[in-house]
């Protein structure tokens, strides 16, 4: 109707346009990881850590908290869990924006790559989050924000082309397929 015309002559005067996605680029030097075995995931002592302790331990380096338990800090007295390794050089990509689900598979795929020549990783992830006050989240369900608006999922990819997929959502969600 009416109002449909008007939204549509406002989007073309404005020539409104999809923003591209920011991608953001660092490197993490000497970074403190945890020793994971695929097929480990509640993790055994001296040997390997678990899924939880990874999770855990991915949110400290996404939010760049510090991994070396000082008491001095004001942040975070969090500590990498053991075991652990220390990595010369970790990078980290940020893409920002939306993001349909082929380029989250072709995102993959291209990770897998990296497996071979040289092979210097033994795991990477792929972290995707919903933004916190999305209305949707998973299956036909309004996303509750009740406190922190969770609504992610994570894959580790391993050498041998194992995998462990992670997923969060708020207490109020429905759980994922």
Known sequence: GAEGSTLMSYFSKNQIQALKPKITFSTLRDLQCPVLQSNDLQGKPEESCSTEELFEWLGAVLNQASLDNKSSSFLSTYCCPEPNTVVEKAFLCTITGFIIPEKIIQLLEQLCCYFGEPKLAYWLTLTVHGFADSPVSWRESEHGFHK????????????????????AVGAHDDCPP
Do not use: C, P, S
């Open 148 to 167: 922190g608006g969770e609504n992610l999922y994570n894959f580790v990819i391993f050498r041998n082309l194992d995998y462990w997929l992670q997923m």
